[in-house]
């Protein structure tokens, strides 16, 4: 049997009682967890009950954290700690966990003097190993004496005592900007124990930072492959645990935060597994590898639910970016429209109970996202590996039969994205009653040259676990993070990307809504997240036929294009141009950037056209203010 990494996570973590925390992670799939003392103070379940608790859901009790403030330069201080250490082995013994979390000491009268700490800790280490118990020193970034890995290896080596070892954090690493690779150094059997949290970039005290806006590998911007490969080279062999302080996570579903932690254990295995060479990794437990997917080819349809109320509005839009009605569902109030190779369903049924039920009239919504690929089902494969629900769809088949050839993943409650293989691009023909003409509006010059990109509004609460999603199974990269202040508030954006070298990734862009997975779509913005964008190769020959199909540019400020003027030195007949058709425009070092957009349709629901020009690799973000306050006045 193949020896794996064994997964953990502590309790503070997850929200919840103690008995709700246990069970969630049982249920997502973890090995162990590590108690976290206050929510076992704060239990009824005595340390015997928990212990019987653990074992009846198959779960080890890793790790008890924390003992804070250990050290000390005042004698009758240290006399009691040993005391209170003492109490602490008794719970330990009762609960069946062998290894205690001790911190570096952040207090005014934390002991300095390395030998004196090396001292110290000995005699805890003695203590521990009378009870046949174990000591994982770690280093806090705002410790007062020992605040760095190197530093608490340091005393650990000098000590050289056998129930003596350092827990490795990396928040506390990383946070610091410190390297990592002299993890490396270190024996992996003097590694007693592994935290991992993820975390954004932000500027903030370290402390605050810590308790209050760690995450999940895969969720922030940590270098975590690299810190997990330097653990593997050293050879540890005890579990991955996740130590994640989150103010959201505190407050969100247990059962799902549960699962998407598992997840993200399982995303980082993989990505370290993919970068460390297998002899550098020999002597630790086999990581998880996730199986490979085919290719994904670009966006080739996408179904909007409109319902009755804005389908009227909808359909104008379409008709102006030259899209034709190419069918009717025969049993649904479902449209099928098409253009330059992509397919767009709209469900205006009452309710728009087939696609999305509940769903507010007034909130038209993307809610699939179909990809071409030449496997759909080692997509499948892949996302059910990373515990991602993966279905398959039957689609109407040509002989009158049905076909799976469809493999849908939930991205949102609202939104799926369909992995969609050859054989469904005749379905669609299948499922409708075609109109006659239809067929030979594929002669047309297209305006477009596909779908550029997908902007998806995501309740706060769901965030992170989208964009673990995304990461883990479609391995997409995400740009740095935006926040834009504009007319109706703050909007935090982020854009991703799947790196898949094709003339048509999958790009997508995140919008944070207020509210929750529980209600459904979260509250709407007023007018600027949910959009489609399509890529052009002449923005302004789009524009003029556009226009020619009743299209009406936003009006967009004469300021605007003399800012533009300002920034950029543009000639004054191509801003004349531009403020003509309502065309917006950025660069960068890569190269240009050109887009319109569309009035929203409904609350907050909008189609862009993007040209980009050489290498340009953004989304325009500099200019969504001036967008939304021409959307907030279009009628």
């Known amino acids: 049997m193949v020896d794996?990494?064994?997964?953990?996570?502590?309790?503070?973590?997850?929200?919840?009682?103690?008995?709700?925390?246990?069970?969630?992670?049982?249920?997502?799939?973890?090995?162990?967890?590590?108690?976290?003392?206050?929510?076992f103070v704060g239990s009824p379940l005595t340390a015997g009950d928990l212990a019987a608790r653990a074992r009846d859901l198959g779960l080890t009790l890793d790790l008890y954290q924390p003992f804070r403030d250990f050290d000390s330069t005042d004698p009758d201080t240290f006399a009691r700690n040993l005391v209170r250490a003492e109490r602490k082995f008794d719970v330990m013994e009762q609960l069946g966990c062998d290894t205690l979390l001790v911190c570096s000491s952040p207090l005014p009268q934390a002991v300095r003097d390395d030998d004196r700490l090396t001292e110290q800790l000995s005699v805890l280490a003695d203590a521990a190993q009378r009870r046949g118990l174990r000591i994982a020193y770690e280093a806090l970034a705002w410790g007062a004496h020992v605040n760095t890995y190197r530093h608490s290896w340091k005393v650990v080596r000098a000590a050289d005592h056998p129930a003596l070892g350092v827990c490795l954090d990396s928040f506390h690493i990383l946070s610091r900007g410190d390297d990592p690779s002299g993890i490396r150094d270190i024996p992996g059997e003097k590694i007693f124990f592994l935290q991992l949290a993820d975390a954004p970039a932000m500027a903030m005290d370290v402390l605050q930072w810590s308790r209050h806006y760690r995450n999940f590998p895969g969720q922030g911007n940590f270098d975590l492959t690299a810190f997990g490969g330097h653990v593997q080279a050293a050879g540890y062999r005890g579990p991955w645990s996740l130590e994640i302080f989150n103010d959201t996570f505190r407050g969100s579903d247990t059962g799902r935060t549960a699962v998407d932690a598992h997840r993200s254990l399982l995303y980082l295995e993989g990505q370290v597994a993919g970068q460390t060479a297998a002899a550098a990794?020999?002597?630790?437990?086999?990581?998880?590898?996730?199986?490979?997917?085919?290719?994904?080819?670009?966006?080739?349809?996408?179904?909007?639910?409109?319902?009755?109320?804005?389908?009227d509005a909808l359909r104008a839009v379409l008709g102006q970016l030259g899209f034709r009605l190419a069918g009717v569902h025969g049993a649904h109030d479902l449209q099928l429209w098409?253009?330059?190779?992509v397919t767009m369903v709209v469900d205006a049924s009452a309710g728009t109970v087939w696609t999305a039920p509940g769903l507010p009239a007034h909130l038209p919504v993307l809610t699939q996202i179909g990809v071409r690929s030449a496997d759909p089902e080692s997509w499948a494969a892949r996302a059910r590996a990373l515990e991602v629900r993966a279905r398959d769809v039957a689609m109407p088949g040509a002989d009158g039969g049905t076909d799976t050839d469809v493999?849908?993943?939930?991205?949102?409650?609202?939104?799926?994205?369909?992995?969609?293989?050859?054989?469904s691009a005749a379905a669609w023909e299948a499922a409708f009653e075609l109109y006659p003409s239809s067929r030979d509006w594929q002669d047309e010059v297209p305006l477009f040259t596909g779908v550029d990109h997908v902007g998806l509004a995501i309740p706060a609460d769901n965030w992170d676990g989208v964009m673990l999603l995304l990461r883990s199974v479609f391995a997409m990269e995400p740009h740095e993070g935006l926040d834009v202040t504009d007319a109706v508030g703050m909007l935090r954006n982020r854009a991703l990307e799947e790196p898949s070298g094709g003339p048509n990734?999958?790009?997508l862009t995140l919008g944070m809504v207020p509210g929750s997975v529980t209600s459904h779509l979260g509250?709407?913005?007023?007018?600027?997240?949910?959009?489609?964008?399509?890529?052009?190769?002449?923005?302004f020959t789009?524009?003029?036929?556009?226009?020619?199909?009743?299209?009406?540019?936003?009006?967009?400020?004469?300021n605007y294009y003399d800012d533009l003027d300002a920034r950029f030195g543009l000639p004054r007949a191509l801003l004349d141009r531009m403020a003509d058709s309502g065309i917006l425009y950025d660069a960068d070092a890569d190269g240009e950037f050109f887009h319109l957009f569309t009035p929203t349709v409904g609350a907050d629901f909008f189609f862009e056209v993007v040209q980009r020009v050489r290498?340009?690799?953004?989304?325009?973000?500099?200019?969504?203010?001036?967008r939304l306050a021409a959307q907030l006045r279009a009628p």
Not at 12 to 39: Q, W, Y
Not at 287 to 308: M, T
Not at 338 to 341: I, T
Not at 553 to 558: E, M, R, V
């Open 505 to 507: 990734p999958l790009r």
């Open 615 to 626: 290498g340009y690799r953004g989304y325009g973000d500099a200019n969504a203010a001036v």
């Open 281 to 311: 990794r020999s002597a630790a437990p086999a990581l998880f590898e996730p199986p490979a997917a085919s290719p994904l080819e670009g966006v080739v349809s996408l179904r909007i639910a409109a319902g009755p109320g804005k389908n």
């Open 4 to 39: 794996r990494v064994r997964t953990s996570i502590a309790t503070v973590s997850l929200s919840g009682t103690l008995e709700e925390k246990l069970s969630a992670i049982a249920a997502a799939g973890f090995d162990g967890f590590e108690v976290f003392e206050p929510d």
């Open 542 to 558: 789009t524009a003029a036929s556009m226009r020619a199909r009743g299209f009406e540019p936003l009006p967009i400020p004469s």
């Open 407 to 423: 493999v849908r993943l939930d991205i949102t409650d609202a939104t799926s994205l369909d992995v969609r293989g050859p054989a």
């Open 523 to 539: 509250v709407a913005r007023r007018g600027g997240i949910g959009h489609v964008a399509f890529g052009c190769s002449d923005i």
């Open 338 to 341: 098409r253009h330059a190779g």
